[in-house]
């Protein structure tokens, strides 16, 4: 069985930086993508960051480009968020998933797997 866990959120100031962490147990991690989504109160759950297996291929979504790096280390079955230059706007649960494909998506209906959610919250 496949288990998702992330792990790092907190509360922070606007402008201030964090970084997500998430593994995957329950399979061979580098085989397949990996993405971060998160949501918001009121709001649907939406696109943040993916990676491929290898990590050759990463996606953004537009509101996060230039401020987050999602990464991973497969030696360490470990993905990670690099959040930069944060914002209220990115005030939101967010969730780690994997695919059962290698290839990196950022429809959320193409993950099989998704984590329980770390909350960060970013005060003005």
């Known amino acids: 069985q496949v288990q998702v866990v992330e792990s790092g959120g907190g509360l922070v100031q606007a402008g201030d930086s964090l970084r997500l962490s998430c593994t995957a147990s329950g399979r061979t991690f580098s085989n397949y993508a990996m993405g971060w989504f998160r949501q918001a109160p009121g709001k649907e759950r939406e696109f943040v960051a993916a990676?491929?297996?290898?990590?050759?291929?990463?996606y953004y979504a537009d509101s996060v480009k230039g401020r987050f790096t999602i990464s991973r280390d497969n030696a360490k079955n470990m993905v990670y968020l690099q959040m930069n230059g944060l914002n209220s706007e990115d005030t939101a649960v967010y969730y780690c998933?994997?695919?059962?494909?290698?290839?990196?998506?950022?429809?959320?209906?193409?993950?099989?797997?998704w984590g329980q959610g770390t909350q960060v919250s970013v005060s003005s």
């Open positions: 990676i491929s297996y290898s990590g050759r291929n990463t």
């Open positions: 998933a994997t695919r059962r494909t290698g290839a990196a998506a950022t429809d959320r209906g193409l993950y099989d797997y």
